[in-house]
């Protein structure tokens, strides 16, 4: 969020000043929200689409509950935008938001949605137990920790995986004992069980927001960045 916009913007000053990096403070407040992303993956859900998007079934769905106005999730924006960003590993997991203050609570989650932002992950399957509530740090990484461990898509893959580790192993011990028949069964296991995690993506080491998805900055930031930037230029030629 915040320190990557700072790296951008110390590198552009490098870049500006004869390959002399300049320090200074960004200016906090109200900063999340002069972030604009020209892809915005965050599902926006409204009473005619919340039944059919969060309670579908076939897909974990986790949706932020929030009021524009509202501080805290002012501040949880671009974190809530990380998440979607990480959760594109997990195919079957959606990332949604509704915004409680232009329209109605859902009758569905009345009772859960007490104040703003409320964050809530409706399983797949539609479990006995309903929705679960977000308690933690509003970060990326502590919501996509708790996001792998509740969801059922997520859960039911690792399972899956884990089944096919073991299958590897017999099936190499198949091959080496020379029992092919018993290879041969275990590969047609092993190719349906490998169909059904195919669409899990992988992350590659270091790789961060989607090129697309990179933001750009809004007039407030650029203005505040350019006046600091002035404002050391003229101090170093006094």
Avoid at 70 to 78: D, F, L, N, P
Avoid at 90 to 95: E, M
Avoid at 212 to 237: A, Q, S, V, W
Wanted: glycine share 8%; aromatic share 8%.
């Amino acid at each position: 969020g915040v320190r990557r916009i700072a790296e951008v913007v110390r590198a552009f000053a490098f870049s500006s000043f004869g390959g002399k990096e300049e320090e200074f403070v960004l200016p906090k407040e109200d900063l999340e929200q002069d972030i604009h992303y020209p892809d915005d993956p965050v599902v926006k859900l409204t009473p005619q689409n919340f039944a059919a998007v969060a309670l579908d079934g076939a897909r974990d769905v986790v949706v932020k509950f929030y009021a524009p106005w509202c501080g805290h999730c002012k501040a949880m924006r671009v974190g809530y935008m990380e998440l979607c960003d990480r959760m594109e590993l997990h195919t079957d997991v959606k990332v949604a938001e509704y915004d409680a203050s232009a329209h109605e609570v859902p009758p569905q989650v009345r009772g859960l949605v007490q104040g703003f932002p409320t964050v809530l992950l409706f399983p797949a399957g539609d479990p006995a137990g309903g929705p679960v509530a977000y308690q933690g740090e509003r970060e990326a990484g502590a919501m996509a920790a708790w996001v792998e461990r509740n969801a059922v898509t997520v859960r039911a893959k690792d399972e899956l995986k884990q089944r096919i580790a073991v299958l590897e192993e017999e099936q190499r011990s198949a091959v080496g004992e020379e029992r092919f028949e018993d290879a041969a069964r275990v590969r047609d296991e092993l190719a349906e069980l490998r169909k059904r995690v195919a669409g899990d993506k992988v992350l590659a080491p270091g790789a961060g927001t989607p090129k697309h998805r990179m933001p750009t900055f809004g007039p407030k930031i650029l203005r505040e960045t350019m006046h600091n930037l002035n404002k050391k230029k003229k101090e170093e030629e006094a």
